[in-house]
């Protein structure tokens, strides 16, 4: 199996930029996709962002689009999501999620999809 460790979370204000970064261990890394999840308080978890194995064919939620790029550095073992231009209904913990089971160049934007979790980092975005 593998395991997940977000970091880079923090309290940031409306209109500014933080990056989050999900390293990976125990599995090779690039048999992964890789995906982005967030929960606010009160709220279901909701999708925002994916990665295939390959790194390519990147999904969005609609609602980050144009304003969060996911990235990943498959010699690093980690996964990105820098997050520009924050708005604060993007308040909420974020968790990486990764599982081996997708074809080279797939993602899901389903929760479900995806076997392993992180422990989440919180991003907090201050009006």
């Known amino acids: 199996q593998v395991q997940l460790v977000e970091s880079g979370g923090g309290l940031v204000q409306a209109g500014g930029s933080l990056r989050v970064s999900c390293a990976a261990s125990?599995?090779?890394?690039?048999?992964?996709?890789m995906g982005w999840f967030r929960q606010a308080p009160g709220k279901e978890r909701e999708f925002v962002a994916a990665?295939?194995?390959?790194?390519?064919?990147?999904r969005y939620a609609d609602s980050v689009k144009g304003r969060f790029t996911i990235s990943r550095d498959n010699a690093k073992n980690t996964v990105y999501l820098q997050m520009n231009s924050l708005k604060p209904e993007d308040t909420g913990v974020y968790y990486c999620?990764?599982?081996?089971?997708?074809?080279?160049?797939?993602?899901?934007?389903?929760?479900?999809?995806?076997?392993?979790w992180g422990q989440g980092t919180q991003v907090t975005v201050s009006s």
């Open positions: 999620a990764a599982d081996y089971r997708f074809n080279i160049g797939d993602v899901s934007v389903t929760g479900q999809a995806y076997k392993y």
């Open positions: 125990g599995r090779t890394f690039s048999n992964y996709a």
């Open positions: 990665i295939a194995r390959s790194g390519g064919n990147p």
